[in-house]
Structures are given as C-alpha cells and as structure tokens.
Nanobody, 118 residues
Framework: QVQFVESGGGLVQPGGSLRLSCAIS????????MGWYRQAPGKQREMVAT???????NYANSVQGRFTISANNAKRTVDLQMDSLKPEDTAIYYC????????????WGQGIQVTVSS
C-alpha cells in the first residue's frame, strides 16, 4: 500500500516562497511519474508539475519559471519549491505517483493547503 507524508504548506504573503515535500513509501520509484497537482475551490484538479524517475520535468504554464520540482530517489521524496507566489496559487496541493508500465498504478496523497494572501 502506497503511503504519503506531505508537509510544508501554510499561509504566505504574495511574492513569498514555500517548499512542499512529499515522502512516499510502499512502492518503487522506478518507471514512475511523480507530481504535484492542485485544486482550488470550485475548480477542477490541475497538474502543477511532474518529474519522471529519469529526471524529466514538466510544468503548467502558470507556474513555469516560478516553481521547481525535484525528486530524491534515495530519500524517496518529491519536493516542490514555490517562489514568487501569487494569490491564484491558493489551493490544496496533492502529491501523486503513477506507473504507466505494467504493473500500472496511481496513488494520491491526502493534500496540503497552500494559501497566498496578504
């Protein structure tokens, strides 16, 4: 069973920074795509950033240049460094890991609140 421990959320002023961390256990990191997604009130969940087990990253246009995703295979963590935060970044952020080769799988963390407000 995949388990997640998400940390680092909270309240920050516009222009500030936060670092989210997700520790994943119960599955191997090989051949996976790990990522952070977010869901704001009244909106659908959207991809924020992903990183493959090989290190390839992908970002939503809205966070490109402000957010950085990284994975540490030894520590089994996926971090999201968020800089120059804007009020529209306010959402619940979810960690995800999925494997698209057999045996396929996908699992979600419980979510962590990020609020950007003055």
């Amino acid at each position: 069973q995949v388990q997640f421990v998400e940390s680092g959320g909270g309240l920050v002023q516009p222009g500030g920074s936060l670092r989210l961390s997700c520790a994943i256990s119960g599955t191997a990191f090989s051949a996976t795509i790990m990522g952070w997604y977010r869901q704001a009130p009244g909106k659908q969940r959207e991809m924020v950033a992903t990183v493959t087990s090989g290190g390839t990253t992908n970002y939503a246009n809205s966070v490109q240049g402000r957010f950085t995703i990284s994975a540490n295979n030894a520590k089994r963590t996926v971090d999201l460094q968020m800089d120059s935060l804007k009020p529209e970044d306010t959402a619940i952020y979810y960690c995800n890991i999925r494997r698209v080769v057999t045996p396929t799988m996908s699992a979600w963390g419980q979510g962590i609140q990020v609020t950007v407000s003055s």
